[in-house]
């Protein structure tokens, strides 16, 4: 089994910046690609970035400009740097992970993650 632990949430004023982190913990695995979801009060949960083990990043449209994820070198560990916050991005954050992780010999299992969610307020 694989662990996600998300840290970074808090309450922030408009315009202020907050750093989410999320880290994978467990034996014998990879992450393909990680991710932040988003869902706030009474609507659908939403992909807010990507980021794969290629590098390769994407933003939904409405972060694009303020938000920047990223990795560390392991790509055990993702970040989401969040700027210039608004009211509108009042949500809970949920750290995803696509992970392959060894379960016997050459034998090997791919599995979707989540972690348990962290809040972010942004008042007005």
């Known amino acids: 089994q694989v662990q996600l632990v998300e840290s970074g949430g808090g309450l922030v004023q408009t315009g202020g910046s907050l750093r989410l982190s999320c880290t994978a913990s467990g034996s014998n695995f990879k992450t393909n690609a990680m991710a932040w979801y988003r869902q706030a009060p009474g609507k659908q949960r939403e992909l807010v970035a990507t980021i794969t083990s290629g590098g390769s990043i994407n933003y939904t449209d409405s972060v694009k400009g303020r938000f920047t994820i990223s990795s560390d070198n392991a790509k055990t560990t993702v970040f989401l740097q969040m700027s210039s916050l608004k009211p509108d991005d009042t949500a809970v954050y949920y750290c995803?992970?696509?992970?392959?992780?060894?379960?016997?010999?050459?034998?090997?299992?791919?599995?979707?993650?989540w972690g348990q969610g962290t809040q972010v307020t942004v008042s007005s």
């Open positions: 995803n992970a696509d992970i392959t992780q060894a379960v016997g010999f050459m034998s090997f299992t791919t599995e979707t993650y």
